[in-house]
């Protein structure tokens, strides 16, 4: 299996296939947009409070608010689109792990794994920012069985 010209130490970065990233403007422009209305509907599923859900995309309430009634068309940042993708990818890997109802109550739910010590998902990350949202679609992954 060939390895990929942008895993090669031997290539220059300049002549890597262009990665999708969340660094340049005018594709986080391009795709604010979506992914704010994708993030509306998982927290929305979920039943979130508005400060857990401008908390998790790292927004004040006030934008918050201004983002759930469709009302900012500024780029979500770097950071922002990040919290967007690790939030809509866990629920992506929830709705695969369960049949049921489970997968919208589950972040939620009190969970005794170490990754948590008692807390809901969401409120470790809300606690943890960007690493604890990442670990725990990270989680979700490996229980089932994605990793």
Same mark, same amino acid.
């Given at each position: 299996?060939?390895?990929? !010209?942008?895993?090669?130490?031997?290539?220059?970065? +300049?002549?890597a296939p262009a990665l999708q990233?969340? @660094?340049?403007?005018?594709?986080?422009?391009? &795709?604010? #947009?979506? =992914?704010?209305? =994708?993030?509306?509907?998982?927290?929305? =599923? $979920?039943?979130?409070?508005?400060? *857990? !859900?401008? @908390?998790?995309? #790292?927004?004040?309430? !006030?934008? $918050? *608010? /201004?983002?759930?009634r469709g009302g900012r068309d500024? =780029?979500?940042?770097?950071?922002? &689109?990040?919290?967007?993708? +690790?939030? %809509? #990818?866990?629920?992506?890997?929830?709705? &695969?792990?369960? @049949?049921?109802?489970?997968?919208?109550? $589950?972040?939620?739910?009190?969970?005794?794994?170490? &990754?948590?010590? #008692?807390?809901?998902?969401?409120? +470790?990350?809300? @606690?943890?920012? %960007?690493?604890?949202?990442?670990?725990?679609? /990270?989680? %979700?992954? +490996?229980? /089932?069985?994605?990793?």
């Open positions: 299996m060939a390895v990929p !010209s942008y895993a090669r130490p031997d290539t220059p970065l +300049a002549l990233t969340f @660094a340049d403007e005018d594709d986080r422009k391009r &795709l604010s #947009g979506v =992914a704010a209305k =994708a993030f509306r509907r998982v927290v929305e =599923a $979920w039943g979130l409070t508005n400060a *857990d !859900s401008a @908390a998790l995309l #790292g927004v004040s309430g !006030s934008t $918050w *608010d /201004r983002i759930k500024e =780029a979500l940042s770097q950071d922002q &689109l990040t919290r967007a993708s +690790a939030i %809509i #990818g866990l629920y992506k890997g929830l709705e &695969l792990l369960f @049949a049921d109802d489970k997968s919208v109550r $589950w972040p939620t739910l009190r969970n005794r794994a170490p &990754l948590f010590g #008692g807390a809901t998902p969401v409120e +470790a990350m809300v @606690a943890g920012g %960007i690493p604890a949202m990442l670990e725990v679609r /990270r989680y %979700i992954d +490996a229980v /089932r069985g994605g990793i």
